[in-house]
């Protein structure tokens, strides 16, 4: 699976933007797909994972309520729609795939670097205030 992000920019606090990602490889509609974000200085932080059918999300507590992670098996992409830009929310985001398509384990695993197989480069997103 190859993931290719993009949508980033600059944004101020309040507004929106949304990333996509799009994926190539046969299998994309097995995997379960997320977002991770890393800021300058700062470790790659979980912000959200949904499975694969749709069913299942997961959000970190962070971005809960202002952002949305979807997917389209019929387009190959996830999006990430956020809401509410905080300047906080500024970072290189990126999208993650893993093989564990049903999210079938604890929450707790999806939200570590470690348990994705693959990985896109980033898109910046950068919120003034």
């Known amino acids: 699976v190859q993931l290719q992000a993009s949508g980033g920019g600059l944004v101020q606090s309040g507004g929106s933007l949304r990333l996509s990602c799009a994926a190539s490889?046969?299998?994309?509609?097995?995997?379960?797909l997320g977002w991770f974000r890393q800021a300058p200085g700062k470790e790659r932080e979980f912000v959200a994972v949904i499975s694969w059918s749709g069913d299942n999300t997961y959000y970190a507590h962070s971005v809960k309520g202002r952002f949305t992670i979807s997917r389209d098996n019929e387009k190959n992409t996830v999006y990430l729609q956020m809401s509410s830009l905080k300047p906080e929310d500024t970072a290189v985001y990126y999208c993650?795939?893993?093989?564990?398509?049903?999210?079938?384990?604890?929450?707790?695993?999806?939200?570590?670097?470690?348990?994705?197989?693959?990985w896109g480069q980033g898109t910046q997103v950068t919120v003034s205030s």
């Open positions: 490889g046969r299998t994309f509609s097995s995997y379960a």
């Open positions: 993650a795939a893993q093989s564990d398509g049903r999210l079938g384990r604890g929450s707790y695993y999806y939200t570590t670097v470690i348990s994705y197989d693959y």
